[in-house]
């Protein structure tokens, strides 16, 4: 596609529930970084993977997070037994080339507004 | 890690005037340095970007400008429009993530 698409757009699960966000980045793009936006903030890094290597996860919040992006492509985040303090605006981003984010645009999706009840 | 700080957090300005954000950072290896604009609800949108070898980048009516002694940079708006109305973010790069600011809420009022 012509960019970064993530799905859903709005998910709303009641505490305690398991969650799968999905995220297909700009076609041969290298690169692919997840970052979490609450309200009124600056986007915070989660975790990046080169291919389907996940070369950084020192941003995810806790072991209930997991990212995974096995054949290179769509990556999906999962997190288990949500808690309200997971609402949040989860955003996906991928760059062409490897090396993280060194001298390389990211280019971001809309986002997956979560509401934990 | 590295630590950035924006400010304004808010800026409110004339249509056909300029706006400046400022941005520092604390850590010197950080060599990459985008700027992006968000409306509400949308996605942030990478509108300029300069690296550590470059002092100053324009694009029509936008401009970044870098200090790396210092460890700070800014984005210049020139002539003003409506539709520059959004929140702008600046970020550091350097390592395997971007770190981005708190952001400025930029109004431009006709």
């Known amino acids: 596609g012509a960019g970064v698409s993530q799905s859903p757009r709005y998910k709303v699960a009641k505490r305690g529930q398991d969650v799968a966000l999905r995220c297909d980045p700009i076609?041969?793009?290298?690169?692919l970084f997840w970052y979490q936006q609450a309200l009124g903030q600056g986007p915070e890094f989660l975790t990046y993977f080169q291919n389907e290597a996940q070369l950084d996860k020192s941003g995810l919040p806790s072991d209930r997070f997991f990212a995974e992006r096995p054949e290179g492509s769509v990556s999906t985040l999962k997190i288990q037994r949500t808690q309200q303090e997971d609402s949040a605006v989860y955003l996906c981003a991928s760059s062409l080339g490897a090396g993280g984010s060194s001298n390389q645009p990211q280019h971001f999706g809309d986002g997956t507004r979560l509401s934990i009840l | 890690g590295e630590n950035v700080e924006q400010h304004p957090s808010t800026l409110s300005v004339q249509e056909g005037d300029s706006a400046v954000i400022k941005c520092t950072y604390s850590d010197s290896a950080s060599n990459y340095f985008p700027w992006y604009k968000q409306e509400l609800g949308k996605r942030p949108q990478l509108i300029i970007d300069i690296r550590s070898n470059v002092g100053e980048k324009k694009d029509q009516r936008i401009a970044v400008t870098l200090n790396k002694t210092a460890k700070h940079f800014s984005l210049h708006i020139t002539e003003t429009q409506p539709e520059d109305s959004a929140v702008y973010f600046c970020a550091t790069g350097g390592g395997n993530k971007l770190t981005f600011g708190t952001g400025t809420q930029l109004k431009v009022e006709l």
């Open positions: 076609s041969g793009h290298v690169s």
